[in-house]
Structures are given as C-alpha cells and as structure tokens.
C-alpha cells in the first residue's frame, strides 16, 4: 500500500539489471518524458505537486494490515518486466507516529505467482504527517535469482534503496520511485526508478493482469 514516492520496494529491473543496453527511438523517447512527468506529478496514492508533494493525511497504525503486490522496475528509458514480491503490508506505531512495516515474498518471473526464496523483512519507514515516507536507506539484501524477470537465476543484491513516495490515506493503489544501486548481478544505479503497490484481495488469483509499473500505471510487459 509507501522523501518524494516508495525516488514499490520503480525489476528491482532492479532490476534493470536486469537490463543491458537499450536504444531509444523518438517516439520511445518521448513516451518516457511523459512517463517521467507523470510520476513527478503523481504520489503514492494520487497526491503530488510539481517540485513536491501536496500534503495529506497518512494512515493511521492499524490503518492498514492487508496484501499488495509490489512492482519494482529499472529505469532505464522503456519498459522492462518488473521484479514481483508479495507485500504484507502493514502501519505500525513508530516513534509516537505512523510507521510503514513490509515483509516482502518474491515471486517467481516465470509465472509472477509463486513464492520462492526467503520473504525479505523491511524495517520500519516512518511516515511523515503530512503522508511522506521518510529518506530511510534500507539495508543491503539479496533477491533469489528465481525472482529475476531479467536475468533468470541471477541473484540481485542491492545496496542502499530508499523509497521515495507518499502514503495518503488507505488506497488501493500506491507508487513512488526509489534511490540506491545494485552490485549483483551487474552494477546498476537505480535512482529513480518506479515502483507501485496494488492491492490484492486475494493471492490465490494471482498474477495480477494487467500489473501497473509506474504512477502512470502503465501495465508490465506479457510473460
């Protein structure tokens, strides 16, 4: 469900790393250009302002205790498939104000449904009043290369991602970017890369179709 939007944890393409080298026609060019004006204009949950975010009212502990699918993409010019996790996804009592608590569960590439590796536990990212997740780093982990809709049986280690993003209110739907690299398998920046949280009712019914990459909600690439 995650400062400025989580610059889902925007695959980490990752998660490019998932990518290698990718050359840009005018018009891809210019659909990136509005992608990236989109995602500067939309925060988590459709609040956003040019050059900030517009402030609102984050959820309050125990708002949200529920399951998301987390999208994470390279940015990297087009589209790449996104590294997939299921999200428990809950807000939390975190120094007197709301805190953002994730487990992630990383779903395998192959059918973007099935749980493999070991859920990845994320500490807390408080939550500002005004709905802005803090500028946390996370600490460095691994994503089992089962995961890697890229590179297939790569492991992905990633260092120092930050979730950029703002939580307003309980949604359906959040989307921010990130900031940090990647070192494993080849190194990559990730800084502003999209991810998006959509909500899932029911994991049983997954994959999601279609699954949105960015805040312009434009949908992942077909298997």
Known sequence: MLAKNFRILAALPVFALLVQGCTNTEGNFNDFVAREKALQEGG????????????????????????????????????????????????????GATGLKLTLHSLDASDRKTEVGTP???????????????????????ITGEANSIQLGQDIVATGVTLVGQMCGVQDFYCGTVTGSVTQPVKLILDGSPYTFESVPDPSKLPLDPISVNCAKDPAPPL
């Open 120 to 142: 990845l536990d994320i500490p807390e990212i408080a939550i500002g009043s005004d709905g802005v997740l803090a500028s946390t780093a996370l600490p460095e982990f691994t």
């Open 44 to 95: 988590a949950g459709g609040a956003g302002g040019a050059g900030g975010f517009t402030p609102c009212d984050p959820p309050k502990p125990g708002d949200i205790d529920a399951q998301y699918l987390f999208a994470l993409s390279a940015k990297i010019g087009t589209l790449q498939p996104p590294v997939l996790f299921l999200a428990d996804v809950k807000t939390v009592d975190f120094q």
